[in-house]
């Protein structure tokens, strides 16, 4: 029988994931964290929520820097990893953005590209309104999506990437308002094929939805060293919302 899930439950849940980007590590996470902890000025022992955490590479260095943290994913093999590092003041469980979330935060963060993976524009309004209902009053929320005007105009429509003796065969193309990549790989002679397949979200798009649920926005970076965003130049796309 065919796979029903959708392609972000099957791809997120793999190790392959883990392997093609091996670059989206820790010592990425820790520059941006620090940038960011030290522009935000959050106090010591705040509440934050990173939804979706991954394997938990921000929620586990902002415990180290004293903070509560939770962790939330939709991969059960994700949540099941960072499970490990848990402690009294960080945990990690398995949730869905466009679920009510039960508590409130002082901050919530949604990293690295993980927002418009859906297919309808309510379910990126629900996440919104979710994230917005989750802060405590003045609450804050970041949200770091791509510069997705940048990444369709440097777009590389082929390429094979080898990474952990893998050898990935990526096409990338904007079809419908998505970018998308379709990923093809072969291990023990068996094919493996996923995609992804990112909304394209721009400042203006995000301005509007921001609107809708009633979210200012307080300041806009174009990279992890939190440098002015710029439409053409930018590689991220970094908001903080109030
Ligand atoms: C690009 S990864 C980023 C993860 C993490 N923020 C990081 O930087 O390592 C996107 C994550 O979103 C999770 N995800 C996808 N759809 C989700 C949903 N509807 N609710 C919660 N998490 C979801 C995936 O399982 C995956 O771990």
Known sequence: MEN????????????????????????????????????????????ILDLPCGRGRHAIYLNNLGY????ADLSINNINYAKRFENNTLHFHTHDMRDHLSEKYDA??????????????????????????????????VLDFININKAKTNLIPKEIITKNDIDFYIKRKVENNYLKKEIKFNINEKLYEFEEKIQCLTLSKFKSMSKKVNLKIKHIFGDYNLKPFDEKESDRLIIIFQ
């Open 108 to 141: 919530i963060f949604n990293l690295f590209t993980s927002f418009g993976y859906f297919d309808y524009e309510d379910e990126n309004i629900k996440v919104l309104q979710n994230f917005k209902s989750g802060l405590r009053y003045n609450g804050i929320l």
């Open 68 to 71: 509560h943290l939770t962790g």
């Open 4 to 47: 029903q899930d959708s392609w972000y439950q099957q791809w997120f849940n793999t190790q392959y994931y883990h392997k093609l980007y091996d670059h989206r590590n820790d010592k990425e996470a820790e520059l941006f964290m620090e940038n960011l902890i030290a522009f935000l000025n959050l106090p010591k022992k705040s509440k």
